[in-house]
């Protein structure tokens, strides 16, 4: 897969012809070009998931449409990070903005770095996150967290849009 950039113009209405969550730039384009559907590879028998399979099965499904708010899309995506790789997450968590940690292995630790964090457990991990941020700061702690964990930059794009 190649990777291309395009004006934010051109972005918003390849965004904007999207019909369901996790539907590709590619499949978007194809579309509307009335181009063929790429052909799909086999399947390739392996022992253990392919990096960014849980995200992409989440993408895929209607998970992250099933939720009610960004908060609740941002808590969902940070478990199934944390379920496909704890390890790489864990290293992750150490991101911080300016003045605020955003991760911490304790809901008191985030109370101590801030006064309005409401910070949140994610489930199924030893982590607790901070929620009192706009969407977009949710955006950027999940690139950031993505990105050093290792995601591709379109699959992290996906993501945060999903948010």
Known sequence: MKTIEVDEDLYRYIASNTRHIGESASDILRRLLKLEPAAVAAPVA??????????AQMLGSNQLAAEESAIDRFMRILSVL???NPAS?????D???RKRIYFADSEAALLAAGNTTKPKAIEGSPYWVITNTNTGRKRNIVAQLMAAMGYPHGLIERV???I
């Open 46 to 55: 392996a022992s253990s998931p392919a990096p960014g399979q849980g995200i």
């Open 89 to 93: 997450f864990a290293q992750a968590t």
């Open 82 to 84: 944390y379920r496909e």
């Open 160 to 162: 945060c849009q999903s």
């Open 95 to 97: 991101i911080k903005g």
